[in-house]
Structures are given as structure tokens and as C-alpha cells.
């Protein structure tokens, strides 16, 4: 069993549609982080949330940590070819080990 | 500059054999880890480097071994290769270890077959 669930595990979506991936578990995390992960490479860090209720923007990226520090979600607007990937959630819950979700594999078709 | 790297990028091994995953940065980081990443399972981390001359387990260290050369160097190691050791391993890197507000930078990956 993952420590950190995403869903959906797949989507696919036209090019200008909006769309939600989330980030749940049962535990509580110090902090989060989301990373894009393009074929044949590996993760880039994309943002690190550390407070529960954080809201944060990066262009047509919103991410939120949920008030209990248990969840998170990643909205993006007017979806674009370019953010075709793999996303991937990370949680510190004790500070000796990353806990990576299962991941999200975005196609946005042109 | 490089950033963190890699070899080889692809390696089929028969069931038994031995190999060694070379992985090495140049960004003066502090920590390095080793992940595998395998399909609907994300990352699990299987051995980090804190420091120079420190090596842990992570979650998933059965079957395998690291050394930490030096502060640029981290290296995998699989002494007898199983079919569930098939799968892709990222190195990665950071400044200290553990902490969210550092970033990880990773390697591009070794792809894995083991037959």
C-alpha cells in the first residue's frame, strides 16, 4: 500500500480544458512537494508547500496543501500540450525519508 | 554544467548476474539517493547518502548495496540480478537531506531488464 495515492492515474485531455490531480493519504506530512516528469527523463521539482491550507501559483499551476497537512491537489488551467507528463506528489513526514505518490500520466491532445 | 548523471542509460542483465550504476554530480551537493520507479508505484527510495562517508537504507534495500566514493559520487550496486529488480533507478541530489525546502535534482535514469 502507497503512502501517498493519486487519481487519477490517467488522463487524457484536450488542449485548453481544465483539470484537477490530487495528492491523499492517511498520515500527516511536514510538507509537500510536486515534480513533472517527462519521457525518458527524470522528476523536476515544479513547487514545495510546508503549511496546511497553502495556496500557491505558478502561471496556469495552482497547488494546495489541505488544512490537515494529509492532502494536496494540483489545478491546472487552459491545459496545453506542453504540460503533457508524469506528475508526481512527494511528502516529508519525519524528516529521514521522501514519500513519492503513484503518480499521474497527463496527455493533453493539441 | 552537468548536473547529475548517469550510466549506462540501458542494461539487460540475465538472472544472477552482478552490475554496478554509476551516478555523479557536480553541484557540490551534500546527499544523494538512489530510487526505482516502477509503473502505478511512483518513487521508492532504496539507499541515500546524507554526507560523505554515510549510507542508509531507504525503503526498499533488499538486494542491493551503494558506496558514496566521494562527495560527487554514489554508486548502485545489484551483486546477483533478479526479474524483480527490472525497472527504472534514478540517482538524485541535494544540498542536505530530508528537507522539503532543499530541491532534489535528478539524474536522467538507467532502464533495467533483468531476465
Known amino acids: 500500500t502507497q503512502l501517498l495515492e493519486q487519481s487519477p492515474q490517467f488522463l487524457s485531455i484536450q488542449e485548453g480544458e481544465n483539470l484537477t490531480v490530487y495528492c491523499n493519504s492517511s498520515s500527516v506530512f511536514s510538507s509537500l512537494q510536486w515534480y513533472r516528469q517527462e519521457p525518458g527523463e527524470g522528476p523536476v521539482l515544479l513547487v514545495t508547500v510546508v503549511t496546511g491550507g497553502e495556496v500557491k501559483k505558478l502561471k496556469r499551476l495552482t497547488f494546495q496543501f489541505g488544512d490537515a497537512r494529509k492532502d494536496s491537489s494540483l489545478h491546472i488551467t487552459a491545459a496545453q500540450p506542453g504540460d503533457t507528463g508524469l506528475y508526481l506528489c512527494a511528502g516529508d513526514r519525519t524528516g529521514n525519508q521522501f514519500y513519492f505518490g503513484t503518480g499521474t500520466s497527463l496527455t493533453v491532445i493539441p | 554544467n552537468a548536473g547529475v548523471t548517469q550510466t549506462p542509460k540501458f542494461q539487460v542483465l540475465k538472472t544472477g548476474q552482478s552490475m554496478t550504476l554509476q551516478c555523479a554530480q557536480d553541484?557540490?551537493?551534500?546527499?544523494m539517493y538512489w530510487y526505482r520507479q516502477d509503473p502505478g508505484m511512483g518513487l521508492r527510495l532504496i539507499y541515500y547518502s546524507a554526507s560523505e562517508g554515510t549510507t542508509d537504507k531507504g525503503e526498499v534495500p533488499n538486494g542491493y548495496n551503494v558506496s558514496r566514493l566521494n562527495k560527487r559520487e554514489f554508486s548502485l550496486r545489484l551483486e546477483s540480478a533478479a526479474p524483480s529488480q527490472t525497472s527504472v533507478y534514478f540517482c538524485?541530489?541535494?544540498?542536505?537531506?530530508?528537507?522539503?525546502?532543499?530541491?532534489?535534482?535528478f539524474g536522467p535514469g538507467t532502464r533495467l531488464t533483468v531476465l
Open positions: 538524485a541530489s541535494s544540498v542536505t537531506s530530508f528537507r522539503l525546502t532543499d530541491t532534489q535534482y
Open positions: 553541484m557540490n551537493h551534500n546527499s
